[in-house]
């Protein structure tokens, strides 16, 4: 991937979680520490959790497409070896919101079945039949010597060889900066008074069914939950979770705080974010016509 520059404005993301006066003097004051909500919407299901970070990050069919092209080209660099890789897997036919657990279970329906577990690890995924010998698995990756049947290997093997194919033409940024700034602010938003409030309340309704916990994150990290499949007690468990959050619109009000704080970052970073849109943008394109023309 392309490195970036990593540079942290005064007015940046830095200067939101610190608090503290750390510009120098002349220079506009830092945001407050708890920025203005919009609308509080009403949360009940994980494709109900969208976030203004979502559109710097790849899509789960973006991300399907990429890896497509990636499998196309990694496999005609492995022909000129004399080797094979195995073709990508078929898309699945259901697709798990890319936020679907990020404010822990939240969907009546689900919990019944599969507690705090989560669904797509239980059902398992598909595996490839087709085995890989050690040899083909150096050339794939660029591991191992670096020479193959007396060819060089590229840089990175033949996946790196696909994807600098997939990154021409896309500007100078590190597309990774997104999903870091996503787990900022999902950490930020945890000392967040309103989130704290929200958190007492649902605690409170918790202890009212019998359950001592103090947030939602440590009723879904309970190590009772740690099985290979879930029991009784902690489907039990998360129904009342559910239930409580509804009741208190828990994750309601975490995604309006979150959606301020991610709000305020890309405004800080526009310049930025920018770039990194117009990268995945120029990415998935160059993936299309890969995909396309085979």
């Known amino acids: ?11 940046g993301l830095a200067a939101v979680i610190a608090g503290t006066g750390a510009c120098t003097a002349g ?3 830092a945001p407050s520490a708890e920025p203005e909500l919009g609308p509080i919407p009403v949360v ?4 109900d959790i969208r976030l203004p970070l979502d559109a710097y990050v790849l899509t789960m069919e973006q991300a399907r497409m990429y890896s497509a092209a990636v499998n196309i080209l990694g496999r005609d660099c492995m022909k000129r070896f004399g080797l094979t890789w195995p073709a990508s897997a078929p898309a699945p036919s259901t697709e798990t919101p890319l936020n679907a657990r990020r404010y822990s279970v939240i969907e009546p329906t689900e919990v019944k079945t599969f507690g705090y577990h989560n669904p797509a690890a239980l059902s398992g995924a598909a595996e490839s039949t087709e085995k890989v010998t050690a040899e083909a698995m150096n050339v794939w990756s660029g591991g191992g010597e670096q020479t193959f049947d007396g060819r060089p290997v590229p840089p990175g093997g033949c996946s790196g060889e696909a994807a600098r194919q997939l990154n021409k033409g896309v500007p100078d940024i590190d597309p990774g900066i997104a999903p870091k700034l996503q787990f900022e602010s999902f950490n930020q ?11 007492t309340e649902w605690s409170t309704c918790m202890r009212a069914k019998g359950f001592g916990y103090p947030d939602p994150y440590t009723a879904a990290n ?5 099985t290979a499949k879930p029991g009784r007690t902690e489907i039990d468990t998360a129904g009342v979770d559910v239930a409580c959050k509804a009741q208190t619109n828990t994750a309601g009000i975490m995604l309006a705080v979150e959606t301020a704080y991610q709000k ?7 310049a930025e974010m920018a770039k990194i849109k117009s990268y995945l943008e120029a990415q998935t394109a160059n993936g299309a016509q890969i995909i396309a023309a085979r």
């Open 44 to 47: 009940r299901s994980g494709a």
């Open 222 to 226: 309970d190590q009772r939950w740690r």
């Open 189 to 199: 938003i945890k000392t967040d008074s309103r989130v704290k409030r929200v958190f």
């Open 27 to 29: 220079r506009a004051p």
């Open 1 to 11: 991937m392309i490195n970036g520059k990593r540079v942290l404005a005064c007015f």
């Open 264 to 270: 305020r970052t890309i405004e800080a970073r526009a």
